[in-house]
């Protein structure tokens, strides 16, 4: 038994044609198109932070020059981050002022007026303009017991 199909497709109602149905279906994805594009186009509103105060917005590294060239005390924040120690070397990391951590030998000047002294086993000593500060170093956390432990 042999069947020949025949592919043309006649319209459900002689109202609507084939070109009709294609030009509804174009109009469709233009309007889809047209939505998401303004939609997507239009940025979102951000709501207005109030102003901060000029002192938050002050740049650190303004501070820091004009505290260099500016009369009067330095600010000092020193922060001990690590120290090591090998025969007759010591080396203390050191955060000066928030800055990054770096790695200071005894003797080396952090900034003008302020030197490390001594590097101890839990504490730095750094001199500034004559008087001498001990800063100590934070505690080491416990490493736990070596390996592994049976537990009975």
Same mark, same amino acid.
């Given at each position: 038994m042999t069947?020949?199909?025949?592919?043309?497709l006649?319209p459900a109602?002689? /109202?609507?044609s084939?070109r009709?149905v294609h030009a509804?279906g174009l !109009? *469709? &994805?233009?309007? #889809?198109? =047209?939505?998401w594009?303004?939609?997507?186009?239009?940025?979102?509103a951000?709501p207005?932070?109030?102003?901060?105060a000029?002192a938050?917005?002050a740049?650190?590294?303004a501070r820091?020059?004009?505290?260099?060239?500016g009369?009067?005390?330095?600010r000092?924040?020193? /922060?001990?981050?690590?120290?090591m120690?090998?025969?007759d070397?010591? !080396? *203390? &990391?050191l955060? #000066?002022? =928030?800055?990054?951590p770096?790695?200071?030998?005894?003797?080396e000047?952090?900034?003008?007026?302020?030197t490390?002294v001594?590097?101890?086993?839990g504490?730095v000593?750094i001199?500034?303009?004559?008087a001498?500060?001990r800063?100590?170093?934070p505690a080491?956390p416990d490493?736990?017991?070596p390996?592994?432990v049976?537990?009975?």
């Amino acid at each position: 038994m042999t069947r020949t199909w025949n592919w043309r497709l006649a319209p459900a109602s002689p /109202a609507l044609s084939a070109r009709t149905v294609h030009a509804l279906g174009l !109009v *469709a &994805v233009v309007a #889809v198109l =047209g939505y998401w594009g303004a939609n997507l186009h239009t940025p979102a509103a951000v709501p207005v932070a109030a102003p901060a105060a000029p002192a938050a917005q002050a740049d650190p590294a303004a501070r820091t020059v004009a505290a260099w060239l500016g009369p009067g005390q330095l600010r000092l924040d020193v /922060a001990v981050v690590g120290l090591m120690r090998r025969d007759d070397r010591a !080396v *203390a &990391v050191l955060k #000066v002022n =928030g800055a990054p951590p770096k790695a200071f030998m005894t003797g080396e000047t952090l900034m003008r007026d302020v030197t490390l002294v001594a590097v101890d086993a839990g504490a730095v000593t750094i001199e500034r303009a004559g008087a001498t500060t001990r800063i100590a170093a934070p505690a080491r956390p416990d490493p736990g017991p070596p390996g592994i432990v049976r537990v009975p």
